[in-house]
C-alpha cells in the first residue's frame, strides 16, 4: 500500500462528482480548491461533491483551501494574447482589456507604481519574461524575452523585488469564513513572509472558533526561504512552491532548495507537500514525460508526505491518468526508497521520544503499528519518523480522520468509542478482523500520552485459527 499521499487541485477539467471519484479511486486523498478562482458558489458545489464522494467511498478526504495571498495578477483579457520575443506590448493599469486593445491590463496600483525601466517581469511559473523598457503615469512599454501566451489572471512578479502588501486582505477573510463554515482541514496562507503571518491567520481562525484548522504555510519566496526555520516551526505543515520559487530563485536552484525545505521539515517533524509541474506535460498529454518521473520519484527520496498536481487535474486534459500515473510511480519506487529519519534529542518533548520508541520498536519486531488518537497527534508524531511499517490511525472523530488523510504513511480507521481504554479495545477487535493484515502478525497498539501515571502499550499476535 503506497505511503505518499496525493493532492489534486479541483478546476473545469475535474469539477464534477464523476471526475472527482475516480481521482478518489485512483489513490487521490486530499482535494484542494484554489480561492484565487471561482465563487463561493462554485467552491461550495466542489466540496458538496468531495463529501458526497467520501461517504459512497467510505474513506476520509483532506480538503485545502489555499488562499490568494498579496499576489499579483493581471486583469481580464477579452482573448489571450500571443506575442513573440523581442516584440513590444503595453501594460495599463485598467481591470480588463478590449479585443481590439493589444494591452495588459493590470488592476493592482501598488504593482504598477512599483515598476521601474530595467525590472524584470516573470509569468506563468518563469516560463514567460519581459523587461520594462519604458514607464509613465498610464502606461508601462514591456518587452518581450520570451515567447508568451498571456491570459487573464495570470500571476506576475517583478524579479528581486518584493512589494510591501498585507498577508491577508479583507478578501481573503471571506475566504477564510467560507473555508471554516464549510469544514475545511487546511488554508494554505501563500507568500507567508514569517511567523507573524501564520500568528495572524490563527488568530482569525481563533475568532471564528476554528482552533482545529491547520495551516500549510506555502513557500514561495526569498524572505521565506530566508526566515524558513522559523517558519517550519511555527506551521503545522509546509508545501513546496516550485512554480513561484522558480520566478524568484535561477531555475538550478530550484532542486537545492526543495532538498533544503523538506530536509528542514523532517527535522523538525512537519508534513510537507511538494507542488507545481510534477506531470506538468500530462496538461495536453496522457503519458507523463521520462524526466518528469525522475522528478516524481526524487520527491520521493526526500520523504514528502504528499505530491500535488495543480494545473494537470485543474485544466488538464486528463486528470484521471496523471493521478494514475502518479499513483504508479509510488507504489513502484516506494518500496526502494530509504527515507531519511528525523532524529531524537534528548530536549524533545517526551511526546516525541514516546512515538520514536513505537516506531523503533515496530520496526525491530516487523510489526504493524495501530494507535487510536482523538487529535491525530501521536499518530501524527509516530508519521513523522517515517516508519517502515504500517500505521493505522483509529479516532471516532472525523475531522481528525481527515486531516490525518493527508500526512505520509498513515490509514484510517472510524471507530465508534470516545475513550482511550475503549478506543484501544475497539481498535484491536478492528485489526483482529481485518482481512489485509496476515495472520501471526505482530500488533503494537497504543494511544496519545496523557500525562497519566499508567500507559499502555500492547503488543499483540494474531495467531492463526485452529482447524
Not at 170 to 179: H, L, N, S
Not at 289 to 304: I, M, P, Y
Not at 326 to 354: C, M, Q, V, W
Not at 450 to 467: A, F, T, W, Y
Request: a neutral charge; aromatic letters at 4%; proline letters at 4%.
Amino acid at each position: 500500500m503506497a505511503k505518499t499521499k496525493i493532492a489534486v487541485t479541483i478546476g473545469a477539467a475535474s469539477k464534477t462528482k464523476e471526475v472527482v471519484r475516480a481521482m478518489a479511486l485512483s489513490g487521490a486523498t486530499i482535494f484542494r480548491i484554489n480561492f484565487s478562482h471561482g465563487s463561493p458558489e462554485e467552491w461550495g458545489e466542489v466540496v458538496d461533491i468531495v463529501r458526497e464522494v467520501e461517504k459512497e467511498l467510505g474513506k476520509y478526504f483532506a480538503l485545502i483551501g489555499d488562499l490568494r495571498g498579496p499576489s499579483v495578477r493581471l486583469g481580464d483579457l477579452e482573448d489571450p494574447i500571443n506575442i513573440k520575443a523581442g516584440e513590444e506590448i503595453k501594460l495599463v493599469l485598467a481591470p480588463e482589456s478590449c479585443k481590439s486593445e493589444k494591452l495588459i491590463p493590470l488592476p493592482n496600483p501598488v504593482a504598477f507604481k512599483a515598476l521601474r525601466k530595467g525590472h524584470v517581469i516573470l509569468m506563468d511559473d518563469g516560463r514567460a519574461a519581459f523587461r520594462v523598457e519604458s514607464v509613465s503615469a498610464s502606461e508601462i512599454v514591456l518587452k518581450a524575452l520570451t515567447d508568451a501566451h498571456i491570459t487573464s489572471r495570470k500571476t506576475i512578479v517583478i524579479q528581486g523585488s518584493g512589494l510591501d502588501m498585507p498577508a491577508i486582505s479583507d478578501q481573503e477573510v471571506k475566504a477564510i469564513k467560507f473555508a471554516v463554515e464549510n469544514g475545511f482541514d487546511y488554508i494554505g496562507l501563500s507568500y507567508v513572509r514569517g511567523e507573524e503571518d501564520i500568528s495572524m491567520l490563527r488568530g482569525i481562525f481563533l475568532s471564528l472558533g476554528a482552533e482545529r484548522t491547520s495551516i500549510i504555510a506555502k513557500i514561495e519566496t526569498p524572505i521565506a526561504v530566508k526566515r524558513l526555520r522559523e517558519i517550519v516551526a511555527t506551521a503545522d505543515a509546509v508545501l513546496v512552491a516550485r512554480g513561484d520559487l522558480g520566478m524568484h530563485f535561477p531555475l538550478e536552484e530550484i532542486p537545492e532548495l526543495q532538498r533544503k525545505i523538506t530536509s528542514l521539515c523532517v527535522e523538525y517533524g512537519k508534513p510537507v507537500i511538494v507542488a507545481t509541474q510534477l506531470l506538468g506535460s500530462m496538461i495536453e498529454n496522457p503519458v507523463p514525460t521520462r524526466s518528469e518521473l525522475v522528478d516524481v520519484v526524487s520527491a520521493l527520496t526526500e520523504g514528502v508526505d504528499a505530491l500535488m498536481l495543480t494545473g494537470e487535474t485543474a485544466v488538464g486534459k486528463y486528470p484521471v491518468e496523471a493521478v494514475k500515473w502518479l499513483s504508479k510511480i509510488i507504489e513502484r519506487y516506494e518500496p526502494t526508497i530509504t527515507l531519511p529519519k528525523r532524529g531524537i534529542k534528548p530536549e524533545n518533548h517526551i511526546a516525541d521520544r514516546f512515538a520514536a520508541g513505537i516506531v523503533s520498536m515496530a520496526e525491530s519486531l516487523n510489526a504493524v503499528i495501530a494507535v487510536y488518537t482523538r487529535s491525530g497527534k501521536t499518530a501524527e508524531r509516530i508519521a513523522s519518523f517515517k516508519p517502515t511499517c504500517r500505521v493505522i490511525s483509529a479516532s471516532h472523530d472525523e475531522v481528525t480522520l481527515r486531516k490525518l488523510a493527508l500526512i505520509r504513511g498513515i490509514e484510517t480507521l472510524k471507530v465508534s468509542a470516545q475513550s482511550y481504554e475503549e478506543g484501544l479495545e475497539e481498535l484491536e477487535r478492528k485489526v483482529r478482523e481485518a482481512h489485509d493484515i496476515p495472520e501471526n502478525s505482530i500488533v503494537i497498539l497504543t494511544y496519545g500520552m496523557r500525562g497519566e501515571p499508567v500507559h499502555i502499550v500492547k503488543i499483540v499476535q494474531l495467531r492463526k485459527s485452529e482447524d
